[in-house]
DNA sequence: GGGTTCATCCCCAGAACTGGCGATGGTGGA
DNA sequence: TCCACCATCGCCAGTTCTGGGGATGAACCC
């Protein structure tokens, strides 16, 4: 059976010329199209794609925003993002709104289609840099790694478990240790990683302020 | 000029076979092999290669470690892992210790060969189910959606900057309201969220417990 | 009008955290 | 041997957070 793909995007250029291109390749066909993410979330529950693509910047409701209704209601559709952004934040949006893919508007039609029976094929298809950036998200600054470096064993240990949100006390237990102890662990990871609170630490280690990386206290 | 590509791989019979594909392939060369990572911490910076293929399951030091010292060394050579392992832990370490790509070994040698000069032009290559899983950890899970929606928009601003370690005072200077009204929000907040702490909120707003699931205070 | 949600502000008491000051014993390197 | 680091434990004062109890006005919907 082919790939049936449904195709949410404003222009009625690129609407039809990406219909052209699904419904001319075997294996695939385009089982719907619409302009706007309000008539998208009516539609698509009915005509149950497998696959649909998005884009992102739909006049009234936005892509991410659609991806994120539709989603709950049809957790089988895989759905790749088709824009022309590339900035991080757009990024981390969509796949946290429930998007599976995300590629550029300029990727060719054969990678295209190669990224749509990927999708439905279990895999999550996208645009070489989008790739890199998304993994770029998992390392962490080298300063911040440097600083990681220096907590000994029983320190970095103690900052998991705060990072889980855990009181002292309770690290405590679970450690078999005093509170006491905790509480000099911790005084000795703060000095460490030049923070004041829990949650700084917590947020620089766990390489946080990745999706919204605008400022930081005593900074 | 072709990429010069170096192997970390403790089995002869693989290490030699990869060499062996590589250089058959016009475009790649295989400029150094390594049986383990002792050795390559010691001659990668000598080679200087434009791609590493590093095996993760190494005797003595393992590639995720050999990787996370190798990284700061050599910031340039790009380093996909080879492995048989697909679990989220192995994944999410070697990409945070520095890895750009990370292939199955069972990847046909086409695909491995389009990965190193992927990873050479900018891209993170991946198994289609590696990838997917990635894109698996930014989205939450639908309960912790649920509680995230019904937060009003001036919690969610809250939130945000809870998230980044700032006092409530803090808080309620860049927010121009009083003390009073950021500690309502925040009581707010933890009852939407079902949390008691500012650590445990961070935690269930950055989607977090992602590479280390253990267990949560309170559940 | 009545109900709901939101955003704003206030007081208070108790719990938890932060940051000083200690201390001991063990381990491992210079 | 001495020094550095680590892990463990203690006390105390001050700060910050948590969780109750209020309150007001505005906006919205039925």
Not at 37 to 56: F, G, N, R, S, T
Not at 73 to 95: C, D, G, S, W
Not at 118 to 142: L, N
């Amino acid at each position: 059976m082919s790939i049936a793909v449904s195709i949410v995007e404003d222009d009625p250029q690129v609407r039809s010329s990406l219909a052209k291109l699904i419904d001319s390749s075997p294996g695939y066909r385009c089982v719907s199209k619409h302009a706007s993410a309000e008539e998208a979330l009516a539609e698509l529950p009915k005509v149950k794609p497998d696959v649909a693509l998005m884009d992102i910047n739909l006049p009234g409701l936005n892509g991410v925003e659609c991806v994120r209704r539709l989603k709950p209601q049809r957790p089988k559709t895989q759905i790749i993002m088709l824009t022309v952004y590339q900035n991080t934040e757009h990024i981390f949006n969509a796949l946290a709104a429930g998007a599976t893919g995300y590629m550029l508007k300029q990727t060719p039609p054969a990678e295209l289609l190669a990224a749509i029976k990927e999708v439905h094929g279990g895999g999550s298809p996208m645009s070489s840099h989008i790739a890199r950036k998304i993994v770029q998200s998992f390392q962490k600054p080298a300063a911040v790694m440097a600083e990681a470096q220096s907590l000994s064993p029983r320190e970095a240990e103690v900052l998991n478990l705060l990072a889980k949100g855990f009181l002292y006390k309770e690290i405590a237990d679970q450690m078999k240790v005093s509170y006491a102890t905790v509480h000099t662990h911790i005084r000795h990871i703060y000095e460490k990683l030049h923070v004041r609170s829990r949650t700084e630490a917590v947020a620089k280690h766990l390489g946080q302020n990745r999706a919204f990386p605008e400022l930081s206290p005593a900074d």
